[in-house]
């Protein structure tokens, strides 16, 4: 029996949390009630990354691209397009909001200028069913690895790929498998890193949820290359559609005989078990990570020795974060050179980006390696929301720094951010606007840190606190020269003598910032001024009394309330009593209330 | 042998080696705080580092391995200006009471303030309000003054096993406390006080019990009490590291003198109660011997009477009733010297010398925290009717005792102790090493089943500063077996394999077994001068074996005033009268209280 419609559901956590399974559940419903089950079948597929537009609903073979649809949109949906045969135009994507002309995927930029390996099955395939997976050659690279070659071979082919380690570092990934296969031991592991902790990023969390098994299969990959039978994934508890996926997904492997004793009869035994982690942001780094496995305190121990060499349990360990993994399958299905053709000198393959902040199209987006910062904002982001001025992009999340305008045609690759005074990182890439002010995104950034510091070694511990009081003191408009001078030398102690790489980045936010920023922070100093007006403390709202028309708005939507005046006549601020929430300037229609 | 370069001065080091021992071995210092010789690097502080030539990366000395070929700078203004910035932050959150601070110029984040020349606050205070947990009574954990380096977390947790305190909490507002902010008190802590002796600033310190001694000293009148003191083997060979001496100095007749000078009326040595300790245990060990021979090891082992196991220690005593309460019978009933010194001051000399045992005030000078806390462990530890001892202070205390009366230790003349409980034999002064017990024992239990002097009492196997030792003698055709364990986190190997055997119905691998708690013994212990090293450890093992050598009589049974104690007043070893006084009993204890 052919199906003559296939509606695509994402379900990732987005459009998850927009109801997408309720529209999922709506649209099996109305299939039953309008006599076309049989016509139809409905998938719940991972993140189609343009989350910006969730939840996406897609129809094959029409390619019909559907944005923001609604659980009763369902009936519609089912109604036109399987039963009438055409499309829902109003819920088709469009360009630009006054045009007409609805767009196929390949039309939509968002799309135009990518290129998915690693996101190569999410939005496609039903991860809860191993079968879509295999489908699409999935498991086939696992079969190759287990008949046709040699662990060595397969180490050879990862290295001469060219891949990198997606979690940040950057550390070749085929060089990690060998130092751990040479290591001599009974006993090796492999770790899946998927404790995804940067604000704004999700990447490995959407991998997971949208193609559970590329991973899986990586692992086992890499277990068989190095010589491990034994996997865990050690992932945050706070990713409970991921870890649900997951289970699944071990499960079916288990069952088909892909994951555990004797697999494929091939004599080789791989498991994999899930460690989930407490959400702490140091775990994510990887000898941390390890002591988390082993049930110790997550805190980070001195290199070397190397994981590779000793690692989970004293055994030697290969770490790779998920987007690593989800790229081996592909790189030995296709062959090495193929990845190798993609991407810059030493940055090859592909990224995955969780584009995010004051940008058009936010979402999920993964591009070649050596794409520029202006693509991906301008092209496939779509610009500047409400048309306001581009500030700055923070990639590699707290631990990376902003990028300013001049640096925005930069290729990206793992070199090139760095020397940007920036970083990878796992992904994150928050767009400001002029509406940012940074030294409240610095002060936001080094909160995180001073959180998310394990406490171990000193220059991390008291640096990210030193610089946070720092900081909030700029920020409140008691901030001395001096406190400028301090944060930059805290922050490059911080940098140089830290153990791991939380505390080894923490400052970087604070010192790019004060670097193409200098100018605001010392407007805050001396002024007392934040001319993004996000520094509540050194923001003044007061009432233009030649505009003011005494409409009375402002004093109503006022919480405290402070705003007093007769009807018809100006209005007044008092100023000792405002909590600057900036109500008042939202709501007046007339440009009286003025932030200065 | 790797070969490497310490700014440019060539330097061979054994492989594996870090950049640390090979700067050292240039002559090159690099500055650090949480690094400490007797512990695995943690790598916290972030002061030692350093660079290799062609990057700018900076490298934790303490555990960065030495590569073949690495020219590695260790001084350039980019390090030392990173070094001072890393000092100034950790002094931004650490008090500046300096001068009340019982570490004062004897601290090691002082010394790195001063050698960078600091003279300011650099950072505004970033002071945490803890409060000071003295719940012990033997050491006082100051959460305040604490940097954070951690080396008390593992000493506790890796050199001792003992796993009392851990980091609480995270980031900034980290701390160390036992587990769920449980009091020391309550919890698993032996009082073996490692975690003072390794701290490099005063937030884990003795319990300073000066003042109460000075009191004692200073009563006049009808309040006026007699006041006895009993310096223990170790401290003599260590206390004069805090007059700027070399380890391992021999000081025994300035220490009789410079406490006469104190004021003390009367001063005894606990190297005498040593002796009388191996003629209780040594006569428990040779009666449990004889059974064991008469029904078999098998059996003895299975009724927990073979093999047995040292008490002096109070840290282990502690320790064995909180981990290895199934193992309480093989324990030696023994009290250790200080207390049993501290009985007989009590009756014995008390009826010698027409003193009430009341109106007698009896300190002690150990090496050791925990013997504070053994002055009051138990009811046995009031034979007397009084508590026998009434204040245990350490070397540490002592020394700063003497310094506080203005007396010129080091140019003291000589003096003896007081008899009749201070002559000693060599036998009882090494009980200061590890080994040592055992060695005087087997001295003593030689002569006690054969009835023969030894020839050679240099019993070298059980000597040395190795974690586990063991040993046989033949004595009379049997072969005793022995082991030595010292430095807590050693024993438990040692008891495991003894619990192995016995429940699995196999002979004990071993008749005797001495446990210390501290590295190298009583000289390595909590109390000790600051800054002990396996080096410095080894010295004062040195100058207790000197010591030994030195004197006439070298096994306890042959000191003619332990053959007059029990002539006069103990009948012999092992008698009711011994039992009462000199001998104690152990319970399970749980290890946390509450």
Redesign the interface.
């Known amino acids: 029996m052919a199906y003559k419609n296939f509606i695509l559901v994402c379900g990732g956590t987005g459009c998850e949390s927009s109801r997408s399974d309720e529209i999922y559940r709506n649209l099996l419903a109305e299939a039953e009630a309008q006599g076309v089950k049989s016509d139809v079948q409905i998938v719940k597929t991972g993140c189609f990354g343009f989350c910006e537009k969730g939840p996406i609903v897609k129809v094959l073979p029409s390619e019909s691209f559907y944005v923001e649809v609604k659980p009763e949109d369902a009936k519609e949906i089912i109604a036109e397009q399987v039963v009438k045969g055409r499309e829902v135009k109003r819920l088709l994507y469009r360009k630009e909001q006054k045009t007409q002309d609805s767009a196929k995927v390949e039309d939509i930029e968002f799309y135009q200028k990518q290129f998915r390996i690693v996101l190569r099955n999410c939005g496609v395939i039903n991860p809860e069913n191993i079968e879509e997976y295999i489908a699409r050659d999935g498991y086939r690279a696992l079969e190759r690895v287990l008949f046709e070659m040699t662990p060595e071979q397969v180490i050879a082919e990862i290295k001469a790929s060219g891949l990198r380690g997606r979690g940040g570092a950057g550390f070749p990934t085929g060089i990690k498998w060998e130092t751990a296969r040479k290591a001599v031991s009974d006993v090796k592991y492999i770790v899946c890193n998927a404790d995804e902790g940067d604000p704004g990023a999700y990447m490995d969390r959407s991998t997971i949820e949208g193609d559970p098994h590329s991973v899986l299969e990586a692992m086992i990959i890499a277990g068989k290359a190095i010589g491990a039978n034994m996997g865990y994934v050690y992932i945050r508890a706070e990713y409970p559609l991921a870890i649900e996926r997951l289970k699944t997904a071990i499960a079916q492997a288990k069952e088909m005989g892909l994951m555990g004793k004797n697999i494929l009869n091939s004599g080789f035994d791989f498991d994999v078990e899930i460690r989930l982690g407490a959400g ?1 942001f140091v775990c994510g780094e990887e000898t941390a990570l390890l002591k988390s496995i082993e049930g110790n ?1 997550g ?1 980070p ?2 290199k ?1 020795p190397f994981p590779a060499e000793k690692g989970l349990w004293g055994k030697p360990t290969v770490i790779n974060n998920v987007e690593t993994l989800a790229n081996v399958p592909v790189i030995l299905t296709k062959g090495a050179a193929w990845f190798a053709s993609m991407g810059t000198e030493k940055s090859k393959g592909t990224k995955v980006f969780a584009l995010t902040g004051k940008i058009n199209n936010s979402g999920l987006i993964e591009v070649p390696m050596g794409t520029t910062l202006r693509e991906i904002i301008f092209d496939i982001g779509g610009g500047i929301k409400g048309g306001k001025k581009f500030k700055g992009v923070q990639t590699g999340g707290p631990s990376g720094g902003i990028i300013v305008e001049k640096d925005l045609d930069t290729p990206i690759s793992y070199e090139s951010l760095v020397a940007l005074g920036s970083m990878m990182g796992s992904g994150g890439m928050i767009v400001m606007d002029e509406d940012d002010c940074v030294v409240d995104v610095s002060k936001f950034y080094m909160a995180f840190c ?10 991390c ?6 610089m946070y ?1 720092l900081l909030d003191k700029i920020s409140k408009g008691n901030g001395e020269m001096k406190d400028l001078e ?1 944060l930059e ?2 922050g ?2 911080m940098t ?4 791991c790489m939380l505390g080894g980045s923490a400052a970087n936010p604070t010192l790019s910032t004060i670097r193409h920023f200098r100018d605001e922070y010392i407007e805050h100093i001396v002024d007392h001024k934040c001319r993004a007006g996000k520094c509540k403390d050194l923001v003044v709202y007061s009432i233009d009394a030649e505009k003011c028309i005494g409409c009375g708005l402002c004093a109503r939507k006022c919480p405290v309330p402070c705003i007093t005046g007769e009807k018809k006549k100006p209005h007044v601020i008092d100023a000792s009593r405002c909590i600057k929430c900036g109500e008042c300037f939202k709501a007046c229609k007339f440009g009286a209330v003025v932030k200065s | 042998m790797i070969n490497c370069k310490v700014n440019g001065i060539p330097v061979q080091v054994a492989e594996g080696a870090t950049i640390l021992e090979a700067s050292k071995k240039a002559n090159v210092k690099i500055p650090t705080l949480c690094y400490n010789p007797d512990l695995a ?7 030692c ?1 350093a660079k290799i030539e062609g990057s700018n ?2 490298l ?1 000395a303490c ?3 030495v590569a073949e070929g690495m020219n590695i700078i260790t001084h350039d203004p ?1 390090i030392v ?3 001072k ?2 000092i100034e ?2 002094l ?2 650490h008090p500046d009471d300096c001068l009340a601070c019982p570490r004062n110029q004897n601290c090691e984040l002082q010394t790195l303030a001063q050698e960078f020349g600091i003279r300011e606050q ?3 205070k ?1 002071l945490h309000d803890l409060p000071i947990d003295d719940t012990t009574g033997s050491i006082v954990l100051n959460p305040e003054k604490c ?2 380096c ?1 080396r008390c977390v593992t000493v506790c947790q890796q050199m001792q096993n003992v796993w009392a305190i851990e ?1 609480l ?6 701390r160390i406390a036992p587990a769920a902010d449980a009091k020391l008190g309550e919890s698993p802590c032996i009082k073996c006080g490692q975690c003072s002796a390794h701290c490099p600033v005063g937030a884990i310190y003795e319990n300073d019990q000066t003042k109460i001694v000075w009191d004692a000293l200073r009563k006049t009148g009808e309040d006026a009490k007699t006041c006895v003191v009993q310096i223990a083997p170790a401290v003599r060979v260590a206390l004069g590291e805090a007059f700027g001496l070399q380890p391992g100095t021999d000081l025994t007749g300035k220490i009789y003198t410079a406490l006469k000078r104190l004021g003390f009326d009367v001063v005894f040595d606990t190297s005498f109660s040593a002796d009388l300790t191996i003629m209780e245990e040594g006569t428990e060990f040779v009666k449990r011997l004889t059974s064991a021979l008469q029904n078999g090891l098998g059996a003895a082992t299975r009724e927990k009477s073979m093999p047995l196991i040292t008490s002096c220690c109070p840290a282990w005593v502690d320790y064995l009733e909180k981990y290895f309460p199934d193992m309480i019978p093989n324990f030696s009933t023994a009290k250790s010297p200080q207390q049993m010194m501290g009985a007989m001051i009590k009756t014995y000399w008390a009826e010698k010398a027409n003193v009430r045992p009341d109106k007698i005030f009896s300190v002690s000078v150990m090496p050791c925290t925990a013997k504070k806390f053994e002055t009051h462990r138990d009811e046995t530890m009031y034979s007397s009717g009084y508590q026998d001892v009434d204040v245990s202070i350490t070397t540490r205390e002592l020394a700063r005792m003497i310094k506080q009366a203005g007396i010129d230790l080091l140019n003291l003349p000589e003096s003896e102790p007081d008899s009749p409980l201070g002559p000693y034999t060599g036998a009882g002064v090494i009980f200061g090493a590890t080994g040592g017990v055992m060695e005087a024992a087997l001295r003593t239990a030689y002569y006690l089943v054969t009835g023969n002097e030894l020839k050679d009492v240099n019993f070298t196997a059980v000597r040395g500063i190795s974690g586990i030792k063991e040993a046989s003698v033949h004595v009379n055709g049997v072969e005793l077996r022995v082991a030595i364990a010292h430095q807590m986190g050693n024993i438990e190997q040692v008891l495991n394999e003894v619990r192995k055997a016995r429940d699995e119905g196999r002979d004990t691998p071993w008749h005797f077994i001495e446990v210390m708690a501290c590295r190298g013994g009583c000289i390595g212990g909590g109390g000790q001068p600051y800054g002990a090293t396996d080096e410095v450890r080894k010295l004062r093992i040195r100058g207790i074996y000197d010591h030994d050598e030195g004197k006439e009589y070298r096994c306890s049974h042959q000191n003619p005033y332990i053959k007059k104690v029990y002539n006069e007043f103990l009948e012999k070893p092992g008698s009711h009268k011994a039992h009462e006084l000199l001998h104690t009993h152990y319970t399970e204890r749980p290890l946390f209280l509450k």
Request: hydrophobic residues 35%; glycine residues 8%; aromatic residues 4%.
């Open positions: 702490a305190r805190m121990v001195p070397p001073v959180d998310e510091s394990c406490g171990k070694c000193s220059p511990r008291i640096g990210t606190k030193q009081n301090n030398k805290i490059k102690a140089k003598a830290s153990l | 690097p943690w790598a916290a502080c972030g002061i580092v990366k900076m934790r555990c960065t391995p980019d200006e990173t070094r910035t890393v932050m950790i931004s959150t650099a950072f505004p970033m940097v954070r951690g980091f909490g995270r980031g900034e507002t980290i």
